[in-house]
């Protein structure tokens, strides 16, 4: 079973959220289906089903390569590098 090779380098605690929503949809005027936190920066962004995918759009432009859920009631976290749960 592969492993996440990132998640012990992420900052802790983990950064506050640099936003409520996706700025980038309020910037494009589309809604996310849900939302998706950087934890190396705080950047909020939507997810895969959104129409702008900015979460993972986020990953390709910085390379920060953990993001958790920011839907109150889940707790999972993502690696976009290593393509896991963590």
Known sequence: MKQCTHSEALPHPEPAPLAATCPECLRDGTHPVQLRLCLTCGHVG?????????????????????????EPGEDWRWCFVDHVLV
Not at 53 to 58: I, L, Y
């Open 46 to 70: 939507c997810c895969d089903s959104s129409p702008g995918r900015h979460a993972t759009e986020h990953y390709a432009r910085t390379g920060h390569p953990v993001m958790r859920t920011f």
